[in-house]
């Protein structure tokens, strides 16, 4: 479940990475992403953004600028995850899903 705690009425904005219509393989070399606005229980695709293939923190800006709050993504670099955390960008990738089962913790984080 995803756990950004958003005011009532207003949209939270989840980021999707985007490879021909499915989540990008990895994040760091992703060069788009749709954009979905979450308002009380009705997701809605707001539009489809491109992000800087280049420099990891022109990636973040681009992400920050659009209010995006969490990000959906394939594999993630450490560096490209700690960054989007420090910017208060919930993160959830591939590595997430099969780190957090193949170790057995909650979360890879706790893995640092």
Not at 1 to 16: D, E, F, N, R
């Amino acid at each position: 479940m995803i756990g950004t705690t958003i005011a009532s009425g207003k949209a939270m904005k989840i980021a999707i990475t985007d490879w021909n219509g499915r989540i990008a393989p990895v994040f760091d070399s992703a060069r788009s992403c749709r954009l979905y606005s979450l308002k009380d229980t009705e997701i809605v695709f707001d539009r489809h953004i491109e992000i800087c293939a280049g420099q990891l923190l022109d990636k973040i800006a681009t992400l920050n600028s659009n209010d995006v709050q969490v990000l959906i993504c394939g594999a993630i670099s450490i560096q490209a995850e700690r960054c989007l955390l420090n910017f208060g960008v919930e993160v959830y990738s591939f590595s997430f899903a099969v780190g957090a089962d193949f170790w057995g913790v909650d979360s890879p984080q706790t893995l640092y």
